[in-house]
Each structure stands twice: as structure tokens, then as C-alpha cells.
């Protein structure tokens, strides 16, 4: 039996990766790089169905941000797994250089390519600023920047004629997915027949609203005759409880640091994070991080099965903060095998 059929027995659903290629405390960017295209072979090989690279920018723990290039990477370094984002910040772009770039990346790796779209910055007000220029979006608009998207890859959606036109990517078909971490891209994700994908690694407690919302307001369209909705959730997995709680710690320390507004790389696991942190800090990363299962693989086993059930999620994307390459690794590798 197959990895890909392994996962199916045990879960009757696809399982994908979100990747950031973390920079770790003492590491590289190009170390980082080389590490993401490592994993992007093995979570071929294991069965994963997609890789999903993620854009931010202006952080010290994230090598991603020109996302459409590394995906490129990523593409051209596999054969058959689906790579994309997860995703691209609209607003911080013009939709026609998004339709060029991705246009390219279809032509070059057909039938891999996936955009997924969010519209939040992926970053702080400063460097929002400094991407966006005179542009000045700020978000609002995205709804029109999405619809001016999708026209430049299929003209027939304008409604007057496309003086400029996307080459590469007009007439190509690109699987548009639309990203959130709240309840306004379900709900444009349902009102246009899409698929949806919810940020559950950082926001738990949206996932099953926006999920419900995503479903029951789903009206079909070309695209999708039904709902397809996708989770994101952290998860950290270890031979046993005890090592995966300890690598979990950098994954702790890192959103700490977002806490603080002192970002750095990925730090190193530590033994005892009640040193770190302080009560009030503890009890809003525990918030934040509600929905990350941690453990080896029967904990891990037990409770995604339990997580997959409560969002009903069609796909699950998995997320893995891990300074060490090789536990992270295993970390994907365990996830693959239950």
C-alpha cells in the first residue's frame, strides 16, 4: 500500500504542506532555501499533495518572500506534487504581475501550479507601505483586485474589453484558491464558487464559523459544483510526547517574539519555556496556538483524526515550526505514515 493510500484509509482525506522556508537562529537563507526544496522531496515521496509556500516579508524567521520565485524553485526541483501559495498578498501587488508570474510558473510546470490569494499585507504597516507604494492599497479593494485578476487570465470574465492582456496566463487555467483567517474571504470564497483555505495554525478559534460559513453560503460555479474547504494546523510530531513537546518550544518562542514585537529567526528548542514566558503570555500564545497538536504519532494520530472531524475540512495543510531540518523531517514523515 501506498503513502498517499495509507492516508486515505486512516483519514479519507488529502494531507499538504505550508511552508515558510524558516531561517533559523545560526543558519542562512540560502540554508533555508535548500532545506524547503529538501522537504518538498520528501513530502513528495511520502504522498503529501501539495506544497504551499507562504508570503511575508520584513521577517527574520521567514526566507518566502518572493514567493513566486521560490515556488519555481520548488517546482522545478520535483516532478508531480502541486506547489503554490499560501499564499500571495494581492494587495501588495498589481493583479496583472501576478498573472504574468504565475501565467509563467503554469507554462513552465503544467497542471502543478496552484495560486492561493489572501489580503491581508503578510507584514507590518511600515513595509506594507513600502510594497504597495503609490498604489495605496490597503486591502479594501480586494475583491476588484481579484476580479481584475481573473480577467487577465480569462478575458471572457471582463466586462469591457482588456486593452492590456496577461502573457503569460491568459487562457491558462490556474486554480484560484482564496485565503483567511476570519469570516470575509469565506464569504467571498462562497459567494464566487471557490475553494477556501482558513488559517487554523494561527487563528483556531475562526476555523469552524468560517468553515460553516464557507459551506453554507457556497453558491456553484464553473470552478466547483461543491464546497472545498482546507485547514491549516500546526503540528509538531516526534517518536515520543516528550521530544515533540520539546521541539514545539521554538514554535512557542517564535509567536512569543510576535507577542513582544522582538522577531528574530526560528530559535532552538529549550527545555522549560516557564523561564520565557509569563503567565499572561502563556495564556495568549495557549489561545493562539489552541489547535496545534503536538505529540508522537498515536497522540498525533488521535488528535488530528478528532480536528478533521470537528472542521470537516475537505484537505489538511500542515504547518511545522522546527529549528532542527532532520526532526522536521520526521516531523512530516510521521504525519504521512499514520
Aim: hydrophobic share 40%; glycine share 10%; proline share 6%.
Amino acid at each position: 500500500m501506498s503513502d498517499r493510500q495509507q492516508i486515505n484509509e486512516t483519514f479519507r482525506i488529502p494531507l499538504s504542506v505550508l511552508d515558510v522556508s524558516p531561517i533559523v537562529e545560526g543558519g542562512s537563507v540560502a540554508e533555508s532555501l535548500g532545506n524547503t526544496l529538501d522537504l518538498a522531496r520528501h513530502a513528495e515521496k511520502w504522498g503529501y499533495n501539495r506544497y504551499w509556500l507562504a508570503e511575508h516579508h520584513n521577517a527574520p524567521s521567514i526566507a518566502s518572500s518572493a514567493t513566486s520565485i521560490v515556488i519555481g524553485h520548488v517546482a522545478a526541483g520535483t516532478s508531480t506534487i502541486r506547489v503554490g501559495s499560501g499564499g500571495i498578498m494581492l494587495p501588495n501587488h498589481a493583479p496583472l504581475v501576478i498573472a504574468e508570474q504565475f501565467g509563467t510558473l503554469e507554462s513552465l510546470f503544467p497542471g502543478r501550479i496552484d495560486l492561493g490569494l489572501g489580503r491581508a499585507p503578510g507584514t507590518d504597516g511600515l513595509t506594507a507601505a513600502a510594497l504597495r507604494g503609490s498604489r495605496r492599497s490597503n486591502g479594501h479593494d480586494f475583491p476588484e483586485q481579484l476580479a481584475e485578476l481573473r480577467a487577465f487570465l480569462d478575458p471572457s470574465r471582463a466586462e469591457v474589453g482588456m486593452p492590456v492582456r496577461a502573457i503569460p496566463g491568459e487562457g491558462l487555467n490556474i486554480p484560484i484558491w482564496l485565503l483567511g483567517s476570519s469570516d470575509f474571504s469565506a464569504m467571498l470564497a462562497a459567494e464566487l464558487g471557490l475553494p477556501f483555505a482558513f488559517a487554523g495554525h494561527f487563528s483556531p478559534n475562526f476555523t469552524i464559523p468560517a468553515m460553516n460559513l464557507y459551506r453554507s453560503n457556497f453558491k456553484p460555479s464553473e470552478v466547483l459544483d461543491k464546497p472545498y474547504g482546507m485547514v491549516a494546523v500546526n503540528i509538531v510530531a516526534a517518536d515520543t510526547d516528550e521530544e515533540a513537546g520539546y521541539l514545539a518550544t521554538s514554535m512557542q518562542q517564535l509567536f512569543l517574539s510576535f507577542i513582544r514585537n522582538t522577531r528574530g529567526p526560528l530559535p532552538a528548542p529549550v527545555r522549560n519555556m516557564d523561564q520565557l514566558w509569563s503567565e499572561q503570555e502563556k495564556a495568549a500564545l495557549q489561545q493562539q496556538l489552541g489547535s496545534s497538536i503536538v505529540g508522537g504519532p498515536e497522540t498525533v494520530r488521535g488528535k488530528l483524526k478528532r480536528y478533521m472531524e470537528a472542521t470537516q475540512a475537505d484537505e489538511i495543510m500542515v504547518a511545522a515550526h522546527i529549528f532542527d531540518h532532520q526532526a522536521r523531517l520526521r516531523s512530516y514523515e510521521i504525519v504521512a505514515g499514520l
